[in-house]
């Protein structure tokens, strides 16, 4: 059975993420390499295990963690759909069962805010994970006074932790922030749209999406 650590390791793969991490770069996009893959990754496949799914589909949510942003080697416009058909080969060709590669090319296809949709759970759980993915240390940039207001809303979290209460049915992103580099509704401004997509994901759990920001609830 084909695992993650199988699929993280794998050299194409994992240079198809470089490669779409330097396109990135080139940009002028925050980092988009594995410290953001693995966290995502990570982060999906244990929110499906604390919502008691089986070890597989956390695991299925683990693989489409890792593997939700190689589409932007070939173009950061339509990355989604073009980085599901990008896995469909890759995971076909390792040998992946088709339910199974149908499961992960969904949640990769869907998990970007032009055309996101959580359709099962783990394209939900890689929604709230990859959202939920703001850090200072996503930036790239080394001269503060040149960011633009992207660079100004990541740099300025300095801590981001997402976490399930069971009791209260939510799902909650707890952020630090420097309100000093960006405004709460700077952060707003760029991030209005995925936490509206955060919501619609948590809902597909039968939960609530709240976001906390210095300690006072927002949503």
């Known amino acids: 059975m084909l ?24 940009m002028g996009y925050t980092e988009h390499s ?10 999906a496949h244990d929110l499906l295990l604390e919502l008691d799914y089986s070890p597989r589909t956390a695991e299925l949510g683990r693989i489409a963690g890792f593997m939700h942003d190689i589409g932007n080697v070939i173009n950061r416009a339509d990355h989604a759909h073009s980085g ?41 759980a890689l929604i709230l994970a990859d959202k939920s993915d703001v850090r200072r240390s996503r930036v790239r ?15 300025a979290v300095i801590k981001s932790w997402m976490s ?11 952020l630090t922030v420097d309100t000093e580099i ?7 401004e760029i991030f209005l749209n995925r936490m509206l997509l955060c919501r619609k994901a948590a809902q597909f759990f039968d939960l609530d999406f709240k976001l906390t920001v210095n300690h006072a609830q927002l949503t």
């Not at 699929?7 to 330097?22: F, G, H, N």
């Not at 594995?34 to 982060?43: D, P, V």
């Not at 076909?92 to 090319?105: F, K, N, R, Y």
């Open 3 to 26: 695992t993650y650590q199988d699929i993280s390791r794998d050299p194409q793969i994992r240079a198809y993420i470089e490669l779409a991490d330097k396109t990135m770069r080139a």
């Open 34 to 43: 594995f410290a953001h893959t693995e966290r995502t990754a990570k982060i």
């Open 84 to 124: 599901a058909l990008m896995a469909f080969r890759l995971l076909s060709d390792l040998g992946l069962p088709a339910d199974e590669v149908g499961i992960v090319v969904s949640a990769i296809g869907h998990h970007d805010e032009g055309s996101a949709f959580p359709v099962n759970a783990p394209a939900a």
């Open 141 to 155: 940039n080394p001269e503060i006074s040149t960011f633009d207001i992207h660079d100004r809303v990541n740099y």
């Open 164 to 174: 399930i209460d069971k009791v209260d049915k939510s799902v909650l992103l707890e």
């Open 182 to 188: 960006c405004s709460v509704m700077d952060y707003f």
